[in-house]
């Protein structure tokens, strides 16, 4: 029998089963909704919140580097993007806060794939379109796969379409056990792309407009949440559900 669970007021089905494409229908219209319900909660979110994050991270600036160690995150490397939304990330990330994060270029989501994989302590699972070179050529994020996998967490990949990323193909040949990257072999109508950590810390991206991949400077619309179980547990079965697709292992 299947359940019925409301995640911010949106009624989302649990427990289906893999029947044909169907199934991908549903979950597309689900994460729609979701989209929406997630542009709400952030609108409505207390700003002041926001505000104590960025205040607390500011405070504990000092210590930060001494408790870090080599995990700190190396401002340099994200140039392009301000310390204002870094701080706010790193600290929904160190006090596993619950809220939506807005994620609007490219450059943010690389900052936001990083702080999430720096952050799994079990498992990393990952349904994009092709590894695209953009965010996934990228030496620090390789690194932090590697340094992941090599702290025993498991990492799994499936993709819409064959791998582009050289590094990740790479990184998949150096650790054939800790890591599996497929992709399907029919096309489904699951538009959104996502990264989930351990069942609770996520980001989601919706399809891309055709505006927005006709300019020099591409957009992204995606949301991340660092402390979310209920979501994150839909998210899981949602890759689960891919899982019983037909594939092919790179």
């Known amino acids: 029998m299947n359940e019925t669970l409301i995640v911010g007021g949106v009624a989302v089905l649990g427990g289906i089963s893999i029947m044909g494409c169907k199934v991908f229908w549903i979950w597309n219209y689900v994460l729609t909704r979701f989209k929406r319900v997630v542009i709400f909660l952030n609108r409505t979110m207390d700003k002041g919140k926001k505000q104590k994050s960025l205040n607390r991270s500011n405070s504990k600036k000092k210590n930060m580097s001494a408790k870090e ?15 204002e939304y870094q701080n706010l990330v790193k600290n929904a990330d160190r006090n596993n806060e ?68 050289k590094e990740m193909l790479e990184l998949k040949n150096r650790n054939s056990t800790k890591l599996s990257i497929s992709y399907l072999k029919d096309k489904i109508k699951l538009d959104n792309h996502f990264l989930l950590v351990d069942s609770s810390a996520f980001r989601v991206e919706f399809p891309h407009n055709k505006k927005d991949r006709e300019t020099k400077t591409f957009n992204v619309y995606g949301k991340a949440n660092f402390n979310n179980v209920e979501i994150g547990n839909h998210i899981c079965t949602i890759f689960k559900n891919l899982k019983k697709l037909p594939s092919l292992s790179v």
Do not use: C, W
């Open 69 to 83: 160690g080599s995990s700190h995150i190396d401002n340099s490397i994200f140039i392009d993007v301000s310390p």
């Open 98 to 165: 619950d809220f939506f994060i807005d994620n609007s270029t490219v450059d943010h989501a690389k900052f936001l794939t990083y702080t999430l994989i720096k952050r799994a302590k079990k498992f990393i699972k990952i349904f994009t379109g092709n590894l695209s070179e953009i965010y996934y050529d990228n030496g620090i994020i390789v690194r932090e796969m590697q340094r992941k996998m090599n702290e025993g967490v498991e990492i799994q990949i499936i993709t819409r379409e064959a791998t582009k990323s």
